[in-house]
């Protein structure tokens, strides 16, 4: 009776901690304005009705972590359940004077290249609880870029599976071919995020990184 009781108990345990692993934490990394939060948004609308964050043509509109639990995907009779990582974009330079551009007050303008500081920081600590990596490119721009480079070199490091988005498949200067040559090792899918371009072979592709976590 008793080793009845104490072994349903470590089964209870057990069970329980195989069903926390079953969450992935799964990132949404990059450069800053390559659509990661349009991205994580369509994802998490697609499946929860509701969506994780702002958008904006301004640069580094995401300043702080942000995340939705229990995102629970179901793909072609396959039901994996995410928790969705929005980063702030990653930058080596970051100048308030570029916010200003945008009509922008200084006060504003130095106050949001501050806490985006902060956020590529926090962004970089947060690297420790990803399970997976989406690294979102915007496939107009040169992907052979520092920025680039150095989050795909980290996540390597850190043995974090990656799938690379080229983002922004809609603009006619977008060049998919390209991201793929810059990392040839690397899963690339080229998506519009913004319009839902090409999100079957996303899903496809994103399930199949879940594999790899
Ligand atoms: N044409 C086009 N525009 C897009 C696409 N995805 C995002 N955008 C636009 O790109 C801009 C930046 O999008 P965000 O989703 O805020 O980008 P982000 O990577 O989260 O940017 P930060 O939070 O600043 O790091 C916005 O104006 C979006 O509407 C796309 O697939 N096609
Ligand atoms: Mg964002």
Redesign the pocket.
Known sequence: MVIKIIANFVRRIFSGMFKGKRELSLGFY?P????????ANKICKDWTGEEIGK???I????RAVQFKEKVEIDFKGKKLTFKLV?T??IATKIDYEDFMKFKMKKRDAQKRAKQATQGVVDAIKWLDDMDAVIV?IDATKNPYSQVNITIIGNLVARKIPVLIIA?????RKADVKKVEAAFPEYDVVG?????GKNMEEFYESAFRLAKKA
């Open positions: 990059g800053p304005n390559a659509g990661k939060t349009t991205l958008v904006s043509k640069p580094h509109e995401t929005d702030p974009g979102v983002n922004k498949v809609d603009l998506i519009s995020a913004k319009k």
